[in-house]
């Protein structure tokens, strides 16, 4: 069901894909909000359920013992963790292009100049 769902809004995108970034990211950025919304709502909803523990993840403690416990592998798995942080990235611009038109241009320069 999920792939189904994903091949359908990547049939959405390129088939609106010749109205320009302007019309596609207008439609889509609302999507991408709610989204944003209800995963930061659900988060905070089971840090208050479950307890804080979780937020002790972010000290650098914790990395540091992942990478000598994890060796070559830890580092190959930060390449995987870096490719998920720059496809929200892609998301996040996308919404600012929704709040503020001249994002586009941004993220179009950005994308262009990765495959050259």
């Not at 930061?40 to 307890?51: A, D, E, L, M, Q």
């Not at 990478?67 to 919404?95: A, D, E, N």
């Amino acid at each position: 069901m999920v792939v189904l769902i994903a091949v359908v809004i990547l049939v959405g995108f390129f088939s609106l894909q010749h109205y320009g970034t302007d019309k596609v990211s207008w439609l889509f950025a609302p999507i991408v909000l709610l989204w944003f919304l209800l995963i930061g709502g659900i988060g905070i909803f089971n840090i208050c359920k479950y307890g804080s523990g979780v937020l002790k993840a972010f000290s650098p403690v914790y990395i540091y013992h992942y990478f000598r416990r994890g060796g070559k592998q830890g580092w190959t798995s930060l390449g995987g963790i870096m490719l998920s942080i720059t496809g929200k990235i892609q998301f996040l611009l996308l919404l600012i292009s929704f709040l503020n038109v001249i994002s586009v241009g941004y993220s179009s320069q950005f994308t262009d100049r990765v495959g050259h």
